[in-house]
């Protein structure tokens, strides 16, 4: 295992822009803002930044945040912002739209109107923004502190700069799959200017951040490759969450750390190269400055919060109970969503593995690029159990090939290029996974099928383009023919086609993100049929003073999501192992299985 450093040597001379990244759950998010009070404390100007589009920097600052950086009350000399992706589509929409000629009509308008209204749009404005960030457009700071999205968003993002400047480079026609690009091609310097910042050591350095734990540590390693691929080799190295307090004679606090000195010895060969620093488990919720100093303090903590008078929590049931209400149904669409990190796949696979052993028909598949599936079930397979997975890269080729057969099949050579060219657009990607999802929605027709969703910021993404192709069915369909058309919305919006279990933890914000989740599904008139509150320590018991303010914090949200979020709370305990393999999975459908104490 790689030597230890202090966490203060990472921010030793640091670069200008530092990005912490790694997968869902890990805190990324927490360790970007402690390290910005750090560097703020010590005398520094900082900008610090979410990219991600389901950011919760509002909540853990206490600062309501927007597109424009604003200052952090108890932190002069820091300010924050989130790149709001909708607000930056819209921006980049006017903008377009600005550009085209004056006596242009307004149905000419509308047209390109509709050509940027889709999931896209708004991916590519963001990074117009994130671009800027990286080209100068942060004046007077020393720092910019960028929170990213999970580790497959983020990757994407630090991809676009090659990727955009490549397909822009020759291409003249003014028009993609954006429609007119005017608005990008005037930003082509910007983007190779982003391109040189993120490659340059002495301007940008990657923090990986992983818990100590196998999938997450295998997760930074397969992280790591793909920056250094991308040119982005000033990388470090954070375990967060490493659990170190004596607890003799308590058996969970001796299995966490079983679990966790295991996982640790075990680290892929690929991180060791890098320097590595350590964060301890904290017994308290990293919301507010106080509790985000904390983190990289020794310290006194924050006062815990006050747990309910009584330990039960009613209405909360086990896992099985969530399974028998499933099966109820001959068939259904169950998707599992939630914020990056809270264990998704696990309970979308426990749960196609219950639904097998309950005799149904079951795909289970994930629109997740970074997925895990095949890890999860160890590649066991299950009678009436089917999984796979869609893979962007070859749905994005299979889309490519059948537009060439299609549309292009009668066009000459010159034509076909450029065709070809613009099908090579970073947003083909984005329209390949689309009909690759609305294939799956519809298998429930006949079976079951499990989707185990990306990330929250990546789904919503994959919802707006289906809200994009919903309108665009009734308008070119319904409105031609008279038929009645029914789109992917639609069968997401039906209760009886549909079941939505958001998946969340028993802490502070990753509850508020899965009630902001639900707040935007409803929107869009789509109700969560459950939620399921996992890896909770509430059933184990432990004397750990750490472990046990986590627990007081557990309950406290417990009572907050099965009283005024959800119609239905189902709770997943903390596992002394972790649940992979078929008979593991089995184990979280037991009907023993406890709920919350």
Known sequence: MP????????LTNAPRHLFFTGKGGVGKTSLACACALRLVDAGRRVLLVSTDPASNLDEMLATPLGRQPRDVAGAPGLQAMNIAPEAAAEAYRQRVLAQMAPGSTEAERGQVREQLS???TTEIAAFDEFVGLLAGDAHGFDHVVFDTAPTGHTLRLLSLPKAWTGFLEGNDRGASCLGPHSGLKMQEARFREAMQALGDAARTRVVLVTRPDAPALREAARTREELLALGLANQWLVVNGVFTEAAPGD??????QAQQHAALQAMPPALAPLPISHVPLRGFDMVGLPALRALLSDGAPPAPPAAPASDGVPGVQPL?????????????????MGKGGVGKTTIAAALAVALARRGKSVHLSTTDPAAHLAATLEGASVPGLRVDRIDPHAETQRYIDKVMATKGRDLDEAARALMLEDLRSPCTEEVAVFHAFSRIVSEARGAFVILDTAPTGHTLLLMDATGAYHRQMLRDFEGSTGARVVTPLMRLQDADYTRIVLVTLPETTPVSEAAALQEDLQRARITPFAWVVNRSLAPAGT????LAGRIAGERVQLRRVADGLARRTYVVPWCAQPPIGVRALEGLDAEDAPAAR
């Open 3 to 10: 030597t230890q450093r202090p966490l203060d040597d990472l």
């Open 118 to 120: 889709g999931a896209c």
């Open 251 to 256: 058996a969970v606090a001796a299995a966490l």
């Open 320 to 336: 099985h109970a969530l399974a028998d209400e499933l099966a109820r149904q001959p068939h259904a669409l169950v998707m599992v």
């Open 543 to 546: 004397t750990s003073p750490v």
